[in-house]
């Protein structure tokens, strides 16, 4: 041991002091709750008024949680078991969380709609995240005809040659690419007019030579988050290219064009969304000629999409201004034409910049398919009025509401936490 | 000013004026509304020629440049960019923004694309370039600009000069016969200035023909065959750099002269 004696002034340390835990205070939970919930006085006040609400809010619906009843045909039934106590009587979501999800569908069907389902998400997964194979695609491609198939049933000989369609649009381009203008007319017009004329025959023919198909499921026995999803997710994957088309119509310098697409969007937007609906369910077929049978569901979705659309492209179009001129100057100098400097260059930062208006456009439209229930559609509002006019289920209202809250909260909370993901992962400005 | 390449010897071997000519503008005026702001512009430039543009801010020094990609459009009179009359014809102009660079004030690198990505962009969609031969073509610009190892970041982590460099890297990568320059130091701090400079000067020594609008006088000196004075819309004076510099005819050259280098 080297003391450090009074008139030598070196030292040298012969033994080293081992690493100790810091104090309470300076690390660890203690520090957190102090810098956190009492760093003054007004924190500590807001800290316990928060405490205490959190108290008063478990000691009240805790119980209600806690002594809920999950076996029981009915609210009766359900009281009885209660017996006084006030709780939750979730027996009602064990009894008709089949009609919650699928509305009337035939119950020996379940699997269809439950097959579409997971197929959408096999679907989905390339599109929102990079690190799926990109070969998957082409199985999203496939999906809107094969989950139409399976929803619906009939024939499959519908979905293919209703495929097909696309098909020969993309052969027309192809044949007529020389001329860009006529080729992009023909590529939509050809397959329009496959559809209206051909389609019906055709399928009609081969489904007789070779009959395959299933069971056929009218649009009036859907129902519940089944249509819920049907009608969003058709409508948010179909709003956004279309809201793309018109944000760039709007900007465009072809008067007719642009005159067009600042007419739709003003209209649609300057309509309440019931009235849209209410037009496709009974003004629609006043204009439709007499005998065509166009399926209530298919015109929702087409009105939903057109509504969610004319929002989109004024999301898209506060993107597109947000972007520095130079980047349209640096595309055209470049020599890109006007598509590829939209795709490559314009569009990609353009949404980038939309991305918080765009997923609010698409939460937005989601909790809206609620409306359909004015028009007689069976969404799970519907469902949960038709439930409380059963004797059985009479004067429940918080259970079911709160399942349909929760179901939805998750689909949109989802929305909202991939919206944050991608635009994370898109962040390479480094500002 | 001319401090920035003082230190540096410039070598003139390649640096040749050929008879062919690379840019033939007559008689070309441009209105934006009612504000004339071209004014009977007449210009040819041959190959190979080394051409800065100057003139007080408002003069029309950018609006002219970018008349010769057609970023603006002229009304009246003609530009012919290597053989192409610029017109409303679409093919005409793609064709001669394919062969014309242009590099910015402010860069406008694409901010969502990696360095490489920026430079292989247009000779893939544009000139379908197989993707790996773009790449080797990026990264012998980028060896050239001296940035080889910054390829795989995004512009925003690079320097102002780097981005500049980049930029002229990206309008290289599609092979022009022709440069234009749009005050590509005006945005930049002292020292990124001497980068691009130096970047711009062996560009000039490969015998590459540009047009540059700037305000680095040494720049002038040291490399442009011509010095074109512009004000009010209008070519006022254009001289070889050491009369221009030494012996300025018009009053308004004098003025702004002795406004530029005066300090
Ligand atoms: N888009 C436009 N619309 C109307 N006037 C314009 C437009 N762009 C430029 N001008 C006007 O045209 C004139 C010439 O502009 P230009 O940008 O060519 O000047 P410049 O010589 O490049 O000036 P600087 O040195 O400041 O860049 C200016 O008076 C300017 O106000
Ligand atoms: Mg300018």
Redesign the pocket.
């Known amino acids: 041991m080297a003391n450090p004696s009074k008139n030598n002034i070196a030292y040298v340390r012969t033994t080293m002091l081992t690493e100790q835990a810091p104090p309470i205070t300076a690390a660890g939970p203690v520090l957190w709750i102090r810098t956190n919930l009492f760093s003054g006085p007004f924190n500590t006040i807001a800290t316990l008024v928060g405490l205490y609400c959190v108290y008063w809010l478990v000691g009240h619906i805790g119980p209600w949680f806690l002594y809920s009843v999950w076996n029981a045909n009915s609210l009766a039934e359900c009281r009885e078991i209660l017996n006084g106590v006030n709780a939750a009587c979730f027996g009602v979501i064990k009894d008709r969380w089949h009609q919650l999800l699928f509305g009337f569908y035939p119950p020996e069907a379940y699997w269809r709609p439950t097959l579409a389902f997971v197929l959408m998400i096999v679907a989905m997964a390339p599109i929102l995240f990079e690190s799926v194979p990109r070969k998957v695609l082409w199985f999203s491609a496939i999906f809107p005809a094969l989950a139409f198939w399976l929803l619906w049933g009939g024939t499959i000989w519908f979905s293919v040659v209703g495929m097909l369609g696309f098909g020969i649009g993309y052969a027309v381009y192809r044949a007529l690419v020389k001329n860009m203008l006529l080729a992009t007319i023909a590529a939509v017009l050809v397959p329009i007019l496959f559809w209206l004329f051909l389609l019906g025959p055709i399928s009609g023919a081969l489904s007789e030579a070779l009959p395959i198909g299933i069971r056929k499921i009218d649009s009036d026995e859907f129902g519940g988050f089944m249509i819920s999803i049907i009608i969003g997710v058709t409508g948010i994957a179909l709003s956004l290219p279309i809201g793309v088309l018109l944000a760039l119509g709007r900007k465009s310098d072809l008067l007719l064009v642009k005159w067009i697409c600042v007419g739709f969007i003003e209209f649609i937007r300057g309509v309440p969304l019931i009235t849209l609906l209410f037009t496709a369910s009974l003004l629609l077929n006043y204009f439709l000629p007499p005998g065509t049978n166009f399926d209530i569901v298919l015109r929702v979705v087409i009105m939903v999409t057109l509504f969610a659309a004319a929002y989109m492209a004024e999301v898209i179009r506060g993107g597109l201004a947000a972007l520095p001129q130079g980047q349209y100057e640096a595309a055209d100098a470049l020599g890109l034409d006007y598509w590829k400097a939209h795709r490559l260059i314009i569009m990609p930062q353009a949404l980038k910049i939309s991305i918080p208006g765009i997923v609010n456009t698409f939460i937005g439209l989601f909790k809206d398919t609620t409306l359909v229930v004015f028009i007689g559609i069976l969404d799970p509002i519907g469902l949960s009025n038709a439930i409380r006019a059963d004797s059985n289920w009479n004067g429940i209202y918080w259970e079911l509401f709160g399942f349909i809250a929760l179901c939805f909260f998750i689909f949109c909370f989802s929305m909202s936490r991939y919206s944050q993901y991608l635009e994370n992962k898109l962040k390479t400005d480094h500002r | 000013m001319s401090e920035a390449i003082a230190d540096r010897d410039i070598d003139r071997s390649q640096m040749q004026v050929s008879d062919e000519v690379a840019i033939q503008i007559t008689g070309m005026n441009k209105w934006?509304?009612t504000?004339h702001?071209l004014k009977d512009i007449n210009l040819t430039v041959n190959r190979g020629e080394r051409i800065v543009i100057a003139?007080p801010?408002?003069?029309?020094?950018?609006?002219?440049i970018r008349c010769i990609n057609r970023l603006e459009e002229h009304q009246q009179g003609q530009i012919i960019v290597d053989g192409t009359e610029l017109s409303s014809d679409l093919k005409n102009i793609d064709k001669v923004r394919s062969e014309v660079g242009m590099v910015f004030q402010h860069f406008n690198l694409f901010p969502h694309l990696t360095i490489m990505e920026n430079l292989t962009l247009a000779p893939i969609w544009v000139r379908k370039t197989p993707k790996k031969e773009a790449e080797e073509v990026a990264m012998h610009y980028l060896k050239k600009v001296k940035i080889p190892e910054q390829a795989h970041k995004y512009p925003g982590q690079l320097s102002g000069g780097q981005q500049q460099r980049v930029a002229i890297a990206r309008s290289l990568c599609m092979k022009p016969r022709i440069m234009l320059f749009d005050?590509p130091t005006s945005a930049l701090d002292p020292e990124m200035i001497k980068e691009v400079l130096d970047t711009m000067i062996e560009l000039a020594e490969e015998g590459m023909t540009m047009l540059c609008?700037t305000h680095e006088m040494g720049f002038a000196q040291a490399v442009a065959n011509r010095v074109i004075f512009?004000d009010q819309?209008q070519i006022v004076e254009q001289n070889e750099p050491y009369e221009f510099f030494n012996n300025p005819k018009s009053e308004r050259t004098k003025l702004f002269l002795s406004q530029i280098l005066g300090h």
Not at chain 2, 57 to 64: A, E, L
């Open positions: 934006y509304g504000f702001v003139g801010s408002g003069s029309g020094k950018s609006t002219m005050e609008v512009m819309g």
